[in-house]
């Protein structure tokens, strides 16, 4: 007799911080729900097995909540964890692709350290909605001996992970019924190893959504509004009897479904919400659903489980090997971090500077240093989280709750730096007590560094600096010049020294100038000029900006295609003209490409442009500044659609390094938009990112490529892109304060996930506003974007030089 269909259904609620409701209305509601939580688990813990109520932590972040709100209840809530109907997962939130292997493993600490200290079990990692996470996040998951990791992945703007080329979630065929052929290939959930850069590796279940259980009527059906109270829940008053007759419909559709779709076991899991909607209280009618089920048939089985409990019955059953994906996981839903481009540039000074922190206030041993720092990291973790604004943006954009969102967003990101901050002030206290003979000196972290010089960036903070008659010296006395690298905010840079051999080193501001700037116009009609160093020469169109010539001196290399349409360092507006608006760059379009969408919708497209480009025209004036740190030359131009430019290319006097600066005060835009910066690249034998934990091959889907069906289009570079010629010749590329890449082509619109090989161009994405919900529709105001190149041929590694390229901030003057 053959094994009946069983069903493991796990209920949980999706944590999606800000979407549905303000933050702090979602904390409180969630410590509620758990209050309900404990009360099912009571009333429900001597009910039968597959019956008994089971609740699944989807996010430590929620534990966290409800045990520091209330600590009278902690010990109830430990009791149901350890019989087994709760379940601790070790992801603290669902974050953007911007988090790095450091902080995610920080945030997994928490719900380990947590287990520990209480003699808990930890078996899980979930994460539900985002579409990818750290390569890292395998190897870290392996470290503290959690072997499972469970995902839900939401394919909305998205394309699916190991799946067939245009499948859908199986919801949409039913809600856009419209809009998809119903013979659209659904998602198929699959079971294999996935393995960290560094060989740790976790067994993954990849699930559909995590409604599912609620599309095919186990939970509650009912589907809630976007715009809901704070008690929306009253309005669903569905009854057992008339959920369960959905029930008898739906899940056999389902099993009919995914057995024609090829799902090889007689086993799955389900997740569910206690109702259908994110940020959800638990509810108990799927425990009479199930019970009743049951009772009735004998095909198809239903029980409540635990996470964990799926992967231990599933291993029982199925005991062969399962594929191993050595591989990165790239988030497709990474776009957004163009839609806040100032604060996501602040995010990734944040995360330069963590590592200097900590040594810091470890070194300081100060209590209040520690508060300030741990603060610090908890706002970080919030900015990186993968909700940037509510559900309204685009619906309705003049609403206020957007508006209350994108502050609270926004001041997160502000709060770690703020922390950050405090807790480095105060650690630097600590350590060096007020003296009358000690000058004023700027203090900058070497522990974490490794040795040699680096461009070490500070601002002036209490005093006036002068970098004419100004200059640093270190112990041994000798003198380093400085020069202003940022006029608006008056910060400064300077090349200094770095050992490993002490915590932080200190140089002091000296009345001795080194160096002198000196500053020339250039004629515009002089086509192009030159910048040169030992290192580097290059050639620099005067009436674009565009550089014309990148090339080694050391091995007369050449890294710039001066014959590519678009030139190197352009900037490049976009905006969406189609009728569409943004769904002619979204889902509908995605339908369309992948052969999804109906014949309904295929003869409703309109055949007109999509997009159109703009880039400004650097008409206004052109600079040479020779300096002491750096020499640059400066153009600056104004187009009334896109905003005032000032594009600058730098060479460093001491380090290998050259630098596009692009300052743009950017004016609003009613259509949907998007900005690049163009880098074509006379070299396409090799192309690595780094992600969080490891280099990739984008478009590669070998070992140390990127998991089949996810983004082929773009991705989230945290420190460097590494570029090959076929001799061997290197460059290291650092988009500095905007994450996101384009490979091949200016094309955000691109679905096909295949295998693809690189043809030499990339793209920086600083903005984009293409998202239909919880990102903000547009931005204005000044952004900064920088860019540094670096050879590899005067360092003994490419961690050398990438470090020797990375901007140091100093920890400031004491």
């Known amino acids: 007799m053959a094994n009946p269909f069983t069903f493991y259904v796990t209920q949980s609620a999706h944590t999606d911080i800000g979407y549905t409701h303000p933050p702090e209305q979602i904390r409180q509601m969630y410590i509620e729900f758990y209050d309900s939580v404990l009360d099912i688990c009571r009333q429900t813990q001597q009910d039968p097995e597959p019956h008994r109520f089971k609740w699944t932590c989807e996010t430590f972040w929620q534990v966290q909540q409800y045990i520091t709100a209330r600590p009278e209840r902690e010990e109830e809530f430990l009791s149901y964890v350890r019989s087994g109907q709760i379940e601790i997962m070790a992801t603290y939130l669902h974050y953007t692709d911007l988090i790095d292997a450091d902080a995610y493993r920080r945030s997994i600490e928490l719900a380990v350290s947590y287990c520990q200290r209480h003699n808990l079990p930890l078996f899980t990692a979930m994460h539900s909605d985002i579409n990818g996470w750290p390569w890292a996040a395998a190897d870290i998951l392996a470290e503290f001996n959690i072997p499972y990791f469970c995902s839900h992945v939401h394919i909305d703007n998205a394309t699916d992970p190991l799946g067939k080329r245009g499948s859908a979630h199986y919801a949409w065929l039913k809600e856009s019924s419209d809009l998809l052929r119903q013979d659209t290939p659904i998602r198929v959930p699959k079971m294999f190893w996935w393995q960290g850069p560094d060989g740790g590796r976790v067994l993954h279940w990849l699930s559909e959504q995590y409604h599912l259980g609620n599309t095919i009527a186990i939970s509650g059906i009912k589907g809630f509004g976007a715009d809901k109270s704070r008690y929306f829940t009253e309005t669903d008053t569905t009854s057992v009897d008339e959920l369960y007759e959905a029930t008898k419909r739906e899940l056999p559709r389902y099993v009919e479904r995914i057995r024609a779709e090829g799902f090889p076991y007689d086993m799955m899991q389900v997740n569910t919400g206690g109702f259908y909607v994110d940020n959800a209280p638990p509810d108990r009618r799927w425990c009479a659903i199930i019970e009743r089920w049951n009772a009735e048939h004998d095909d198809i089985k239903l029980r409540t489980a635990a996470p964990h409990e799926w992967f231990e019955d599933f291993q029982k059953r199925y005991t062969q090997e399962y594929p191993t994906y050595q591989v990165a996981w790239p988030d497709?839903?990474?776009?957004?971090?163009?839609?806040?481009?100032?604060?996501?540039?602040?995010?990734?000074?944040?995360?330069?500077?963590?590592a200097d922190a900590i040594a810091l206030v470890e070194q300081?041993?100060?209590?209040?240093?520690?508060?300030?720092?741990?603060?610090?990291?908890?706002?970080?973790?919030?900015?990186?989280?993968h909700t940037f604004n509510a559900w309204s943006t685009t619906a309705r954009p003049d609403s206020p709750f957007n508006e209350f969102h994108r502050m609270q967003k926004d001041l997160t990101f502000y709060r770690?730096?703020?922390?950050?901050?405090?807790?480095?002030?105060?650690?630097?206290?600590?350590?060096?007590?007020?003296?009358?003979?000690?000058?004023?000196?700027?203090?900058?972290?070497?522990?974490?560094?490794?040795?040699?010089?680096?461009?070490?960036?500070?601002?002036?903070?209490?005093?006036r600096i002068d970098e004419q008659m100004q200059s640093l010296v270190d112990e041994s006395g000798t003198t380093y010049p400085i020069?202003?690298?940022?006029?608006?905010?008056?910060?400064?840079?300077?090349?200094?020294?770095?050992?490993?051999?002490?915590?932080?080193?200190?140089?002091?501001?000296?009345?001795?100038?080194?160096?002198?700037s000196e500053l020339q116009t250039l004629s515009q009609g002089s086509g192009s000029t030159r910048l040169s160093t030992d290192a580097w020469d290059l050639n620099i169109d005067i009436k674009s900006g565009q550089l014309l010539s990148l090339r080694e001196r050391a091995n007369g290399r050449e890294w710039v295609d001066a014959k590519h349409h678009h030139g190197f360092g352009q900037l490049v507006h976009e905006r969406v003209v189609h009728p569409w608006k943004r769904e002619a760059v979204g889902n509908r379009a995605r339908y369309i490409a992948l052969d999804m969408a109906s014949e309904q919708l295929k003869q409703s497209f309109p055949?007109?442009?999509?997009?159109?480009?703009?880039?400004?025209?650097?008409?206004?004036?052109?600079?040479?500044?020779?300096?002491?740190?750096?020499?640059?030359?400066?153009?600056?131009?104004?187009?009334?659609?896109?905003?005032?430019?000032?594009?600058?290319?730098?060479?460093?006097?001491?380090?290998?390094?050259?630098?596009?600066?692009?300052?743009?005060?950017?004016?609003?835009?009613?259509?949907?938009?998007?900005?690049?910066?163009?880098?074509p690249f006379a070299a396409r034998h090799e192309l690595l990112f780094e992600t969080g934990g490891g280099y990739f091959r984008p478009g590669s889907h070998a070992t140390d490529g990127q998991l089949p069906g996810t983004v082929s289009s773009y991705y989230t570079v945290q420190r460097a892109a590494r570029i090959a010629d076929e001799n061997g010749a290197a460059l290291l590329w650092l988009p500095l304060d905007a994450p996101l890449v384009l490979t091949n082509e200016l094309a955000y619109n691109r679905w096909e996930t295949e295998p693809y090989a690189w043809n030499g161009f990339l793209a920086s994405m600083p903005v984009n506003h293409y998202w239909h919900t919880n990102f903000p529709i547009n931005q204005r105001g000044r952004l900064r974007l920088r860019y540094r190149f670096v050879s590899t041929v005067s360092f003994t590694s490419d961690e050398q030089a990438l470090q020797a390229a990375l901007p140091v901030e100093a920890l400031g003057w004491r």
């Open 483 to 516: 020069q202003v690298e940022d006029n608006a905010m008056t910060r400064y840079v300077a090349s200094l020294p770095l050992t490993s051999q002490k915590p932080f080193e200190s140089f002091s501001l000296v009345n001795t100038g080194v160096g002198s």
């Open 416 to 463: 770690a730096d703020l922390y950050l901050n405090e807790a480095i002030g105060r650690s630097l206290r600590t350590i060096l007590p007020t003296s009358s003979t000690r000058g004023r000196q700027l203090h900058v972290g070497s522990a974490q560094h490794q040795e040699g010089l680096h461009t070490i960036q500070f601002a002036s903070e209490d005093y």
């Open 364 to 385: 300081s041993g100060s209590k209040e240093a520690q508060a300030a720092l741990d603060i610090a990291l908890d706002q970080e973790r919030f900015a990186l989280e």
């Open 607 to 679: 055949r007109e442009k999509i997009v159109d480009h703009l880039s400004v025209p650097l008409d206004q004036s052109a600079t040479l500044q020779r300096g002491p740190v750096f020499d640059e030359v400066t153009l600056r131009g104004t187009e009334s659609s896109v905003g005032q430019v000032m594009l600058s290319w730098r060479v460093y006097h001491h380090l290998p390094i050259v630098e596009l600066v692009v300052d743009w005060e950017k004016v609003w835009c009613d259509l949907p938009e998007a900005a690049y910066v163009a880098f």
């Open 332 to 354: 497709h839903w990474a776009h957004g971090l163009g839609a806040e481009t100032p604060r996501v540039a602040l995010a990734r000074q944040t995360q330069r500077r963590r």
